[in-house]
């Protein structure tokens, strides 16, 4: 499993935080994709324009490449009725998969999902057992189904896991996904692909620029809050990512050629910050990854990103902050409320060239 060196820094957990009113927390997507709002940082010249998503495509250049996560997220949160009590329902999140039939979940209440107890999902599309209980009590559970026809039954039953501060009804699930989605396994949107187009994408590679997958599955271990006052004793949660050598070769020669490397996203980003050498050269690879980034840390293979505005004192701050001045990207945030951009997984972006 991958993980970084320690930083020496003396940056506190409320370095990070920022007044946020509860009114500019996105409750449903933009009416199109790319007609949602772009802050658009330039880290040589301190500037910040304002313009809306479509104009993403203005400050690409030829020779660069785009780096996507093409993980899909799954109808993973799912309501289970104990096999012996019809009337006790059990709510679970599949967090992530840990064999063929077997997946680690959040269950709440916790205390109805002892051990041996089994769960009936749907009208019995799904029947689960809980075989284990893993760190922070969550429940490994074995399914009655794998591999694909674990997916096709979560379509019929599953929900998709929307984050808790989004409290209004996704009217159409598509909406949680990018339109390049394809490898089933995570429990959250990579939220920063979900301003693409077809059109848009289309245009982008008319212009001479690549856009190459990676994934990374999308578990909750990202968005977990910051317990300790001290940045570097948090622990980050792993999450699985591969990159191919098909991927890895394109981004290579891209750099070596003047291109920016630039990415759709934090987790995009520590998939490449993961892999990289010191020369910023990347390779073949799929392992666990528990990469924290914050303050300090010294980007090797990544030139750009792409990415929405982030929730107070959480890691995605800490990161973003790593790649810009942290005293500027919270004056960007601070002119973000003020201008009323919308925050969090359905709300507007902002590009750090």
Same mark, same amino acid.
């Given at each position: 499993?991958?993980?970084?060196?320690?930083?020496?820094?003396?940056?506190?957990?409320?370095?990070?935080?920022?007044d946020?009113?509860?009114?500019?927390?996105?409750?449903?997507?933009?009416?199109k994709?790319? %007609?949602s709002?772009? !802050?658009?940082?330039?880290?040589?010249?301190?500037s910040i324009?304002? *313009? #809306?998503?479509?104009?993403?495509?203005?400050?690409?250049?030829?020779?660069?490449?785009?780096?996507?996560?093409?993980?899909?997220?799954i109808?993973?949160?799912?309501?289970g009725?104990?096999?012996e009590?019809?009337?006790?329902v059990v709510?679970?999140l599949?967090?992530?998969r #840990?064999g063929?039939?077997v997946?680690?979940?959040?269950?709440?209440?916790?205390?109805?999902?002892? +051990?041996?107890?089994?769960?009936?999902?749907?009208?019995?599309?799904?029947?689960?057992?809980?075989?284990? +209980?893993?760190?922070?009590g969550?429940?490994?559970?074995?399914?009655?189904?794998?591999?694909?026809?674990?997916?096709?039954?979560?379509?019929?039953?599953?929900?998709?896991p929307?984050?808790?501060?989004?409290?209004?009804?996704?009217?159409?699930?598509?909406?949680?996904?990018?339109?390049?989605?394809?490898?089933?396994g995570?429990?959250?949107?990579?939220?920063?692909?979900?301003?693409f187009t077809?059109?848009?994408l289309?245009?982008i590679?008319q212009?001479?620029i690549a +856009?190459?997958?990676?994934?990374l #599955?999308?578990?909750?271990?990202?968005?977990?809050?910051v317990?300790?006052?001290?940045? *570097?004793? #948090?622990? !980050?949660?792993s999450?699985?990512?591969?990159?191919?050598?098909?991927? $890895?070769?394109?981004?290579?020669?891209?750099k $070596?050629?003047?291109?920016r490397v =630039?990415?759709?996203g934090?987790?995009? %980003?520590?998939? @490449?910050?993961?892999?990289?050498?010191?020369?910023?050269t990347?390779?073949?690879?799929a392992?666990?990854?528990?990469?924290?980034i914050?303050?300090?840390?010294?980007?090797?293979?990544?030139d750009?990103?792409?990415?929405?505005?982030?929730?107070?004192?959480?890691? @995605?701050? !800490?990161?973003?902050?790593?790649?810009?001045?942290?005293?500027? !990207?919270?004056e960007?945030?601070?002119?973000?409320?003020?201008? *009323?951009?919308?925050?969090?997984?359905?709300?507007?972006a902002?590009? =750090?060239?």
């Open positions: 499993m991958i993980t970084n060196e320690r930083i020496k820094t003396e940056l506190k957990k409320s370095d990070f935080f920022y946020l009113p509860e009114e500019l927390i996105a409750q449903t997507p933009a009416e994709r790319d %007609c709002r772009l !802050m658009v940082l330039n880290r040589q010249t301190g324009e304002h *313009k #809306h998503f479509y104009d993403i495509i203005d400050y690409l250049n030829p020779n660069d490449v785009l780096v996507v996560n093409n993980s899909k997220v109808p993973a949160r799912i309501f009725t104990d096999a009590k019809d009337d006790r709510e679970f599949l967090l992530r #840990h063929d039939r997946w680690e979940t959040l269950v709440r209440p916790g205390k109805k999902a002892k +051990i041996g107890k089994k769960f009936i999902f749907g009208d019995g599309e799904l029947v689960g057992e809980i075989t284990d +209980i893993v760190e922070e969550n429940r490994l559970i074995t399914f009655s189904l794998g591999g694909a026809e674990i997916y096709s039954a979560l379509e019929k039953i599953g929900n998709m929307l984050p808790p501060y989004i409290t209004e009804k996704l009217e159409d699930k598509s909406r949680y996904q990018t339109v390049y989605a394809k490898t089933e995570s429990a959250a949107a990579p939220t920063a692909g979900l301003h077809e059109e848009l289309d245009r590679k212009k001479g +856009i190459v997958p990676v994934m #599955h999308v578990g909750l271990g990202t968005f977990r809050p317990k300790e006052d001290d940045v *570097k004793d #948090h622990v !980050m949660h999450e699985y990512f591969s990159i191919s050598k098909e991927s $890895a070769d394109e981004i290579n020669r891209r $070596a050629n003047g291109g =630039i990415c759709v934090t987790t995009s %980003c520590r998939v @490449l910050e993961s892999v990289a050498k010191d020369d910023g990347l390779s073949e690879m392992d666990d990854t528990a990469i924290f914050y303050p300090g840390y010294k980007f090797k293979a990544v750009a990103l792409i990415t929405n505005f982030h929730l107070p004192e959480s890691t @995605l701050l !800490m990161l973003v902050s790593a790649l810009y001045n942290r005293e500027k !990207m919270l960007a945030y601070k002119t973000a409320v003020d201008e *009323k951009y919308r925050f969090f997984s359905f709300g507007d902002m590009f =750090i060239e």
